[in-house]
């Protein structure tokens, strides 16, 4: 069982920049893939970013490559998602997730993923 909370969303222009944290409770960060996710009104859950175990292996959603980088530091159970050149269509709630390592491979179906956190809004005005 993990735990995670994420914290950084907030208002911002368009072509700016935000940083999101996701904190995990667990002892054993370290064996967990993770990822990120978003969702806008009426839209459905849609694949962000996501890193192996070790932070070998990243990613990206096609809507966000080259604009935003995921990272990790599993000696402070984190993972984080740096989020540059924002557009007024990434406002969404942003979700970190969690799915113990299986392999090196990062998966991008939400369903795949046990561990959730209550999610962060991040609001881009243009």
């Known amino acids: 069982q993990v735990q995670l909370v994420e914290t950084g969303g907030g208002l911002v222009q368009a072509g700016g920049s935000l940083r999101l944290s996701c904190t995990a409770s667990?002892?054993?960060?370290?064996?967990?893939?993770m990822g990120w996710f978003r969702q806008a009104p009426g839209k459905e859950r849609e694949f962000v970013a996501g890193?192996?175990?070790?932070?070998?292996?990243?990613i990206y959603g096609d809507s966000v490559k080259g604009r935003f980088t995921i990272s990790r530091e599993n000696a402070k159970n984190t993972v984080s998602l740096q989020m540059n050149s924002l557009k007024p269509e990434d406002t969404a709630v942003y979700y970190c997730?969690?799915?113990?390592?299986?392999?090196?491979?990062?998966?991008?179906?939400?369903?795949?993923?046990?561990?959730w956190g209550q999610g962060t809004q991040v609001t881009v005005s243009s």
């Open positions: 997730a969690a799915r113990p390592a299986e392999t090196n491979t990062v998966l991008v179906a939400a369903y795949e993923y046990p561990y």
């Open positions: 890193i192996n175990w070790n932070g070998g292996n990243t």
């Open positions: 667990a002892h054993t960060f370290g064996v967990y893939n």
